[in-house]
C-alpha cells in the first residue's frame, strides 16, 4: 500500500488530499475502505464532489468542471480530446478575454458619462456600437462552433434504412466490426432497432440499425417499422441503403424524394453483383458526392462512405479546427442571453437612449459572460450541474 500526501492549494481540490494505492484486487480495495469509513468523520465523496471542491475553491472554473463531465462521458477520441482543451480552460480563456474588453468599455463610458455635451455623447454611443459588434461577432464565432461540438459530442444520430435485404445489418456489422445485429437470408428479420456507436474518422456515429421500409402486417415487424420511422425523424444523417442488383423499387425512389432535403448518403450496395440500378433517377434527387457504391460483402467502398460524411458534416475541414467546441446547452443559452443583450446596447444608442441606461445591457452581458465560467451563480445550480457525475470524481 502507497500513501501519498498533497497539501492544498497544490492539489486538484486545492485541499489536503491523501491518496492510497491499495494492491489490485476488489478485496484489498473494499477492506481500506471499510477500514477507513469506521472512522469518525470520514465518508464517501458524493458524485463530482473533488472537481465540486476544485471548483468551489477557485482550482478551476465552471466551464472546466463541467469538461470534467464530458471527459469521463467521452465517446471518442475526438470527443476527448474536445473535452480535455475545455479542461484545460481554452473556451474560458475567451470568455475571460470578452468580459474584459466589456468592463473596459463600461470603464470609458463611465468617465464620459460625466460630461454631457452633445458630442462627446455621439463619440461615446459610437464607440459603444463598435465594441459591442465586435463582441456581438465574437460570441457568433463561440456559437457557430456549437453544432459541432454537439456531433462530438453526441454523435451523429445515423439511422440505416432500406428495404429488407440491401444490405443493412452487414453494413451495421461492417462499421462495428462485431456482429451485434442478426444478419440474415429471410427478409425482415432485423426487428429491432439496435443502438450502436461507431468513430469514422474521429466523428462519432450513433447508428440505428432499422427494420426497413416495406410495409407488413406482420405484427411484432410492424412495430419495428414504426420504431424505424420515428428513428428516422430523428437522425441527423440517414444512410439509403439500395441493392445495385435489383431495379429500383417505386417505393425507394418515393422514400428518396421524401428525404431529399436530410442529410443524406445514398449506399448502392452489392457493387460486387451484376448491377441492375438505375442511378439517373436517383441523381436527380441526391448530389453525385452523396452517392456512394460499395460491396458491403467484399469490404469495397467504406473508405468512400467515411469521405461522404465528413464531407458532408465538416466539410473536409474537421482536422483543421482547434478543438474549442462550445457544445453544452447551458453555455449555448447564456452566450445567447449575452448577445442579445449587446444587441439591445447597440439598438439602444441608436434610439438615443441615455447612456446610463444602455449600461445595464452591457453589464447585464458581462454578467452572463460571468455565470459561464461560474461567477456569481447559485447554489442550486452548482449542485444540479454537479450532481451528473456519476463517478467519483
Ligand atoms: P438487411 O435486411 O437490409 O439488414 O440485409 P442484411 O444485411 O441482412 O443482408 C441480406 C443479405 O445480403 C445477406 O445474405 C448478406 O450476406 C447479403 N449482402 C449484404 N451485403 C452484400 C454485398 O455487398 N454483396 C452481396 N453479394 N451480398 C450482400
Ligand atoms: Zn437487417
Redo the contacts with the bound molecule.
Sequence with gaps: MLVTVMRGPRSFTAEDVVEIGAHGGVVAVKRVLETLLAQDGIRLAEPGEFTKRAFLNGRIDLMQAEAVIDLIRSKSDRAFAVAMKQAEGTLSKRIRELRQSLIELLAHVEVNIDYPEHDVAEMTNAYIRERCGKAVEEIEKLLKTAKEGKILREGIVTAIV?R????????LNALTRENKAI???I?GT?RDIIEEYVTINGIPLRLLDTA?IRETTDVVERIGVERSRSALEEADLILF?LNGSEPLHEDELELLGKLKDRRMIVIV?????PQQIELEPIKAIVPEESIVRM????EQGLDDLEGAISALFFEGQLESHDLTYVSNVRHITLLKQAQQSLRDAIEATEAGIPIDIIQIDIRNAWEQLGELIGDAVGESLIDQIFSQFCLGK
Design positions: 432500406g429488407p435485404n440491401v444490405g443493412k445489418s452487414s453494413l444478419v440474415t437470408d427478409p432485423t426497413g441503403v450496395n452489392k457493387s460486387d453483383l460491396s458491403v460483402k467484399a
